[in-house]
């Protein structure tokens, strides 16, 4: 298998290092999906979230321990995703440290989840590409590095024990005065931990190198996008000199930062608008999702690559997040059932063999897999129609910049050929 040259180098971002941002401050980045931040005081320290594993957080805390045997006094989840709070049992070492988090905070992959747990877990699984092997198939996750350790994955989460209320506070950790900042992004639930003393910004995943993850692939509910892009102009007024992201390597120097974040804003803010002005003219949300595209100016970014995040699932997230799931055209308001459409479609193209010979001879891998489940849905050809979405699945995985997609193809993938076997 070959990956997309963009993507093998996208890998940079990620490597398993431990950086000092200024006096007392530290990065640990490329141990695990997420970064993991330490503030150091005079007699203990403070950890700005734990990543998703057991075996990730030992790994860094045996790393830790390299520079100080300090306790851990205070734990801050910048935000709820279970790759931020899931090693902190590993870090407590058995002690007790107190747990911070914003009061909104709710995880949607810890717990008992009800609904469609069983499907976004799936989901999840896909998307990350778990099961995968390290580098030929799965290469990266968009967000970190291929191959970070699983082990205990979700297993060390301890709930807040206190939690911020105001909009922007200022207290102590591990002895040294920060700020937090309710900033909703990602989830709505993020906080910035900000150091005015030496101007670094800890920003949770309000920023990444990477076109942002308006959709995940995984599913999730609508992430507010005009309350995120308003957090990056919260995060452009902080002036930050060092920003430690949630995810990739650190940014530093004033005018990079400030380049970066304006741009993020810019590319939400872009979605938003051409999105619903194509909305106000008629346009359906896929009509929309297969013409836009980013100006010059945004698109040809580094930090604005679509490897974690795409545009294409960001207009549909935006349409469907303001409008719900109905596209405007009133043929979609009752659709046939879809054995039901593939029984006609194959019918009219003059029978089951001839829809598989189209899909032998196609050289569009998605027009083969559109053909392919048709057939697979009325169970006609189905043998044959499995090896072609099977084949369709892996070419489109290595054509792509975006690690998720890439992840779920190549997943599914795996999934029907154990199957089919």
Known sequence: MSAHPALVTH?????????????????????????????EGDDSLALIDTTESLAAAENILAELRQFTDKPVETILYTHSHRDHISGATVFAEGGTPEVLAWHGFASDIVGDLGGPSKALLDRTRKQFGFGLDYPEERVNIGCGPGDRPVRGMGAGHIPPTAVVTAPRSSRKLAGRMVELVHAPGETPDHLLVWLPEHRVLISGDNFYHSFPNLYPIRGSAYRDFDAWADSLDTML???????????????TGADAIRERLTDYRDAIRFVIEATAQGLNEGQTPDEIAATLALPTRLAEK????????????????YAAGTLGWFDGNPTNLGRLAP???????ISLAGGADAVLAA????????????LADRLIATGAQTKQATAIKIAAMRELADRQINATARNYYLVCATDMEATAA
Not at 14 to 27: D, S
């Open 237 to 251: 007024d902080l002036a930050p000199e060092v920003l430690a992201p949630g995810h990739t390597l650190p940014v």
């Open 359 to 370: 899909a032998q001879a196609g050289d569009d891998p998605q027009w083969r897999m559109e």
């Open 11 to 39: 890998s940079a971002q990620f490597p398993k290092c431990t950086l000092t941002l200024a006096g007392g401050v530290r990065a640990f980045v490329g141990y695990a999906a997420s970064n993991v931040y330490v503030i």
């Open 339 to 345: 054995e039901d459409e593939a029984a006609r479609f």
């Open 302 to 317: 580094p930090w604005l690559q679509q490897h974690y995040g795409r545009l294409d699932w960001a207009v549909r997230a």
